[in-house]
């Protein structure tokens, strides 16, 4: 009696579990639960299955015109500008054995530096008005840009639908900076020691002087820096070298100018020492000005060693008509050109060309990723097409096999007991 009891138990358990399992893989699909009773239960789950194989064969369909399309793109992508961008996270450059802990860590400030201009743009105010934000998305989106805007002028296929060569929103593809914006860009070229400076199609060492520079008695000063300059560009478009005389003429002057600026600015704080003066705000002025003579200085170094008029004049660049934010990084990157601090008034066209540099180095990072996605895609999509050959089971099958296990387990056990 108690041998009975026990099968029937086990045997109700047993059913319990076989109606559990088609319970689960029904919910999963989202269909309504069959009566689990006698040969209806097989011919259930046969049923479902095949119409499980026709709904993975019109899923095949659609995921597969999803990623040709995104593939198409992935490749043009890859082909002119993806293999410019983040060479390491894609596998592009040999990796070494052992990585040098100072490089790891320059890896870490730059992706935490990212992160922070990106989300936390408020703490980065200051980076942004002197520049190294900018310099920061310049650096990380140069050769990408430069790339593509070469590709572009250049390379273009006229196989390549329009719809793949928009790698980028719209916003990033089409926005053009103004003018108005773009002459407040302050530049420096060089990679170490002293650097040229000047603004975008103008001539090197910018002559726009604060306006404490442009007061009576700093005018001898500003007036023959100015004539200086223009004849250093006349000797070098005769074909000549800087002459010894004008070079040091000028740079003699840019320091007589540093000098007599630094000995105000240090007279105004004695005065505010002494609460003689009225503020701060002429010391400030004072420093300013300070800052800009300093990079003059630097630059006057640079523009003296010209030999030809293309060492220190740069190619001039469109800017009437507006320009992208790509084709300004592209050309910053091709003539090795840095941003310099903001001046006074420039602040808001240094903060509009940063939220274009971050928009373009997102968009990077999102064509970066579709390289991911086409991967887990075509996973997806080898899935489908199993499933619907019949190839693969199903969640269906999984659940008629482990229900058929468990009918086995039971008969085994029956027979045990019986004998």
Known sequence: MKKCDFRCGRSRRLLLTKKLLLS??????????????GDDFELKVAELEQQRRAAAARELVELRARRETLEARVVYAKKVVLNSFHLSEQGLIPQPSKTVKAFEKMKHVRETTAHGLLEHRDAFRGDIANGKALNFFLKECGPAAFEHSFYRKN??????????QQLFREITESYKLSKQTTRHIIWTQGLVGPKLS????QLPLDTRWPVILRSKAFQPQTKKIEQLRDQVVEELKLGQPVSPKTADQLLDTVHDLMEEVQTKKSDEMRRIRDKSARSHDDWLRYNEAEKHVKQMVAGAYRFVEGYELEDVILEPINLDDGITIEALIAYMQEHNLSFAKADANGHAAYNLIFDMMARYYV??????ASVDQ???????????QQIALGERMSAFQ?????????KSVRGTFRGSFDR
């Not at 000047?198 to 199609?201: A, I, P, S």
């Not at 999984?398 to 468990?406: A, D, K, P, V």
């Open 363 to 368: 968009d990077l990072c999102s064509l970066e």
């Open 374 to 384: 086409l991967n887990l895609m075509k996973a997806e999509e080898k899935e489908l």
């Open 24 to 37: 689960l893989s029904l919910l999963a699909m989202g269909l309504p639960m069959p009566d689990a009773a």
């Open 198 to 201: 000047g603004r975008l199609n």
């Open 398 to 406: 999984m659940g008629q096999l482990l229900t058929s296990q468990l």
């Open 155 to 164: 390379l273009q296929e006229k196989s390549v639908s329009q719809e793949e």
